[in-house]
């Protein structure tokens, strides 16, 4: 039987974004055919597995998808508004410095410029952030694909549970069970999470 690690620990090791346990206790013999085809059936179609690992990981990240064109369309917007907002603020400069405007009207422009500077740079900031992740996504994933193409070759059907166990610490986070007891695995989504099976 599984006993669930969450109910176990009494909450001394509980990750938050673990759903709670369906179920007290599991017969092993049923979930791990389900696991074990479900991997099998990954191995046969990674793409599927990528599909859902990049998913996941643009979720953690609040995004949504946005074409690489219109990004670098926006970062182009975003360095030209940059670029008018220091020439405004030195136009602004050379005025006050000719005692054209008052230092209160001044203050008052450049504290606007400053904000329309920040919202730009914020702005920049979230789209260049984005990219990491989807670089980072797209290392992880080449990864995880070069790993399930590799084990498409293995003989599973001979494997030890030894072995699985090998394999499965190289490419599996989690198992997690819905409440219907339907397993889910969750694959490992970085290269820092992945070992060499």
Same mark, same amino acid.
């Given at each position: 039987?599984?006993?669930?690690?969450?109910?176990?620990?009494?909450?001394?090791?509980?990750?938050?974004?673990?759903?709670?346990?369906?179920?007290?206790?599991?017969?092993?013999?049923?979930?791990?055919?389900?696991?074990?085809?479900?991997?099998?059936?990954?191995?046969?179609?990674?793409? #599927?597995?990528?599909?859902?690992?990049?998913?996941?990981?643009?979720?953690?990240?609040?995004?949504?998808?946005?074409?690489?064109?219109?990004?670098?369309?926006?970062?182009?917007?975003?360095?030209?508004?940059?670029?008018?907002?220091?020439?405004?603020?030195?136009?602004?400069?050379?005025?006050?410095?000719?005692?054209?405007?008052?230092?209160?009207?001044?203050?008052?422009?450049?504290?606007?410029?400053?904000?329309?500077?920040?919202?730009?740079?914020?702005?920049?900031?979230?789209?260049?952030?984005?990219?990491?992740?989807?670089? #980072?996504?797209?290392?992880?994933?080449?990864?995880?694909?070069?790993?399930?193409?590799?084990?498409?070759?293995?003989?599973?059907?001979?494997?030890?549970?030894?072995?699985?166990?090998?394999?499965?610490?190289?490419?599996?986070?989690?198992?997690?069970?819905?409440?219907?007891?339907?397993?889910?695995?969750?694959? #490992?989504?970085?290269?820092?999470?992945?070992?060499?099976?």
């Amino acid at each position: 039987m599984l006993v669930c690690g969450r109910t176990r620990a009494r909450g001394n090791s509980v990750a938050n974004d673990y759903p709670m346990c369906p179920t007290y206790r599991v017969a092993v013999g049923l979930i791990w055919e389900q696991v074990r085809a479900q991997f099998i059936s990954a191995v046969h179609d990674p793409d #599927r597995v990528i599909r859902e690992v990049e998913s996941a990981i643009l979720a953690e990240s609040a995004g949504r998808a946005v074409d690489l064109k219109d990004e670098a369309t926006a970062l182009d917007a975003l360095a030209a508004r940059l670029l008018e907002i220091d020439a405004a603020e030195n136009r602004l400069y050379e005025r006050w410095d000719a005692k054209q405007i008052t230092a209160a009207i001044y203050d008052g422009q450049l504290a606007r410029l400053e904000l329309d500077r920040r919202d730009a740079e914020q702005t920049k900031r979230q789209i260049l952030d984005r990219r990491r992740v989807l670089q #980072r996504v797209a290392r992880g994933t080449t990864v995880l694909r070069e790993m399930l193409n590799a084990a498409e070759a293995l003989p599973l059907d001979e494997f030890t549970l030894a072995e699985w166990t090998t394999l499965f610490d190289a490419l599996v986070a989690d198992v997690v069970l819905d409440p219907d007891r339907r397993t889910k695995l969750r694959w #490992r989504q970085s290269l820092t999470e992945m070992a060499a099976p």
